[in-house]
Protein backbone atom coordinates (compact mmCIF):
# COMPACT_ATOMS: atom_id res chain seq x y z
CA UNK A 1 0.00 0.00 0.00
CA UNK A 2 1.36 3.45 -0.80
CA UNK A 3 0.24 6.59 1.40
CA UNK A 4 0.45 10.51 0.53
CA UNK A 5 0.30 13.36 3.33
CA UNK A 6 -0.43 16.77 2.16
CA UNK A 7 -0.90 19.38 5.17
CA UNK A 8 -1.44 23.10 4.24
CA UNK A 9 -2.69 26.35 5.84
CA UNK A 10 -5.40 28.29 4.14
CA UNK A 11 -7.12 31.64 5.16
CA UNK A 12 -10.82 30.19 5.54
CA UNK A 13 -12.55 28.62 8.26
CA UNK A 14 -11.92 24.55 8.34
CA UNK A 15 -16.63 24.51 8.14
CA UNK A 16 -16.24 26.42 4.95
CA UNK A 17 -13.62 24.49 3.26
CA UNK A 18 -14.92 21.02 4.15
CA UNK A 19 -18.50 22.20 2.91
CA UNK A 20 -16.53 22.97 -0.25
CA UNK A 21 -14.44 20.06 -0.20
CA UNK A 22 -17.61 18.01 0.28
CA UNK A 23 -18.95 18.96 -3.41
CA UNK A 24 -17.14 17.59 -6.14
CA UNK A 25 -19.72 18.84 -8.65
CA UNK A 26 -16.84 21.76 -10.00
CA UNK A 27 -13.41 20.12 -9.04
CA UNK A 28 -13.16 19.05 -13.23
CA UNK A 29 -12.91 22.58 -13.09
CA UNK A 30 -10.77 23.53 -10.49
CA UNK A 31 -7.58 20.93 -11.44
CA UNK A 32 -5.65 20.64 -14.78
CA UNK A 33 -5.59 16.55 -14.08
CA UNK A 34 -9.44 15.95 -13.73
CA UNK A 35 -11.09 14.61 -16.82
CA UNK A 36 -14.31 14.11 -15.28
CA UNK A 37 -16.30 13.37 -12.72
CA UNK A 38 -19.68 12.30 -13.07
CA UNK A 39 -22.49 11.09 -10.98
CA UNK A 40 -22.51 6.77 -11.07
CA UNK A 41 -25.98 6.70 -8.67
CA UNK A 42 -26.61 6.25 -4.97
CA UNK A 43 -24.67 8.95 -4.01
CA UNK A 44 -21.51 7.41 -5.74
CA UNK A 45 -19.36 9.68 -8.67
CA UNK A 46 -17.07 8.33 -11.16
CA UNK A 47 -13.51 10.15 -11.56
CA UNK A 48 -10.79 9.98 -14.47
CA UNK A 49 -8.27 11.57 -13.79
CA UNK A 50 -4.93 12.19 -16.19
CA UNK A 51 -2.11 9.78 -15.98
CA UNK A 52 1.14 10.01 -18.28
CA UNK A 53 -0.87 9.99 -21.65
CA UNK A 54 -3.62 8.20 -20.00
CA UNK A 55 -6.17 7.84 -17.50
CA UNK A 56 -7.20 6.27 -13.91
CA UNK A 57 -10.58 5.50 -13.54
CA UNK A 58 -12.51 4.86 -10.53
CA UNK A 59 -16.19 5.59 -8.92
CA UNK A 60 -16.13 6.30 -4.89
CA UNK A 61 -18.26 7.23 -2.01
CA UNK A 62 -17.86 9.91 -0.37
CA UNK A 63 -19.09 10.82 3.61
CA UNK A 64 -18.63 13.17 6.32
CA UNK A 65 -16.29 12.24 9.18
CA UNK A 66 -17.98 10.00 11.39
CA UNK A 67 -16.71 11.28 14.55
CA UNK A 68 -15.50 15.14 13.33
CA UNK A 69 -18.06 17.40 11.13
CA UNK A 70 -14.78 18.59 10.07
CA UNK A 71 -13.50 15.76 8.07
CA UNK A 72 -14.62 14.16 4.29
CA UNK A 73 -13.63 10.54 3.79
CA UNK A 74 -14.08 8.89 0.41
CA UNK A 75 -13.19 5.45 -0.70
CA UNK A 76 -13.24 3.47 -4.49
CA UNK A 77 -16.31 1.18 -4.87
CA UNK A 78 -14.58 -0.02 -7.83
CA UNK A 79 -12.36 0.95 -10.21
CA UNK A 80 -8.48 0.72 -11.44
CA UNK A 81 -6.95 0.45 -8.14
CA UNK A 82 -6.79 -2.47 -5.90
CA UNK A 83 -8.37 -0.34 -3.21
CA UNK A 84 -7.74 3.80 -2.71
CA UNK A 85 -8.84 5.73 0.27
CA UNK A 86 -8.87 9.14 2.29
CA UNK A 87 -10.34 12.02 3.72
CA UNK A 88 -9.79 15.70 4.39
CA UNK A 89 -9.70 17.27 7.71
CA UNK A 90 -9.56 20.38 8.50
CA UNK A 91 -8.85 22.03 12.04
CA UNK A 92 -9.49 26.05 12.65
CA UNK A 93 -6.67 27.87 13.55
CA UNK A 94 -6.05 31.78 14.26
CA UNK A 95 -6.01 32.96 11.15
CA UNK A 96 -8.11 30.15 8.74
CA UNK A 97 -7.46 26.51 9.31
CA UNK A 98 -4.99 23.70 8.51
CA UNK A 99 -6.13 21.02 6.21
CA UNK A 100 -4.92 17.42 5.77
CA UNK A 101 -5.46 15.73 2.94
CA UNK A 102 -4.70 11.68 3.53
CA UNK A 103 -4.87 9.25 0.59
CA UNK A 104 -3.97 5.63 0.67
CA UNK A 105 -3.93 3.22 -2.41
CA UNK A 106 -2.60 0.27 -4.53
CA UNK A 107 -2.48 0.21 -8.09
CA UNK A 108 -3.77 -2.95 -9.97
CA UNK A 109 -0.13 -3.21 -11.92
CA UNK A 110 1.83 -5.46 -8.69
CA UNK A 111 4.86 -5.80 -10.33
CA UNK A 112 5.51 -2.25 -11.70
CA UNK A 113 3.99 -0.36 -8.01
CA UNK A 114 7.21 1.14 -7.58
CA UNK A 115 6.95 3.04 -10.49
CA UNK A 116 3.42 3.54 -10.82
CA UNK A 117 2.42 4.51 -7.28
CA UNK A 118 5.23 7.12 -6.90
CA UNK A 119 3.87 8.45 -10.23
CA UNK A 120 0.08 8.59 -8.93
CA UNK A 121 0.65 9.36 -5.51
CA UNK A 122 1.93 12.67 -6.70
CA UNK A 123 -0.96 13.27 -9.33
CA UNK A 124 -2.78 12.50 -6.63
CA UNK A 125 -1.43 15.08 -4.14
CA UNK A 126 -1.45 17.74 -6.96
CA UNK A 127 -4.54 17.18 -7.86
CA UNK A 128 -5.48 17.74 -3.72
CA UNK A 129 -3.24 21.22 -3.97
CA UNK A 130 -5.32 22.36 -6.45
CA UNK A 131 -8.96 21.71 -4.92
CA UNK A 132 -7.70 22.83 -1.69
CA UNK A 133 -6.37 25.89 -3.12
CA UNK A 134 -9.92 26.35 -4.85
CA UNK A 135 -11.57 25.39 -1.54
CA UNK A 136 -10.07 27.78 0.33
CA UNK A 137 -7.67 30.38 -1.00
CA UNK A 138 -4.24 30.13 -1.63
CA UNK A 139 -2.08 27.50 0.26
CA UNK A 140 0.77 27.16 2.36
CA UNK A 141 2.00 23.85 1.89
CA UNK A 142 3.50 22.34 5.39
CA UNK A 143 4.21 18.98 4.53
CA UNK A 144 4.52 16.84 1.37
CA UNK A 145 5.46 19.98 -1.07
CA UNK A 146 8.40 18.00 -2.92
CA UNK A 147 5.16 15.43 -3.95
CA UNK A 148 3.64 18.57 -5.83
CA UNK A 149 5.62 18.26 -9.09
CA UNK A 150 6.39 15.31 -10.78
CA UNK A 151 10.30 13.82 -11.19
CA UNK A 152 11.87 15.10 -14.40
CA UNK A 153 12.06 11.91 -16.26
CA UNK A 154 16.00 10.82 -17.23
CA UNK A 155 17.06 10.95 -20.47
CA UNK A 156 18.01 8.24 -22.56
CA UNK A 157 21.77 7.32 -22.19
CA UNK A 158 23.98 7.35 -24.77
CA UNK A 159 24.70 4.04 -26.75
Same mark, same amino acid.
Given at each position: ????? /?????? &??????? *? +???? $?????????????ITDAGNGLRTW? /?????? &??????? *? +???? $???????????SGQFQHLYGAWTAVDTADGCEVTYEVDFRTNVPHLAGAIDSAVGRVLVRTAHQLLTAAGGPARVTKGSHLLQDLAEKAPSPV
Open positions: MTSRI /LKAVVR &ASAADVI *T +RLSD $DSTFAEQADDIVSV /LAFRGG &AATWTQG *T +RPGA $DNPLRVEFAQI
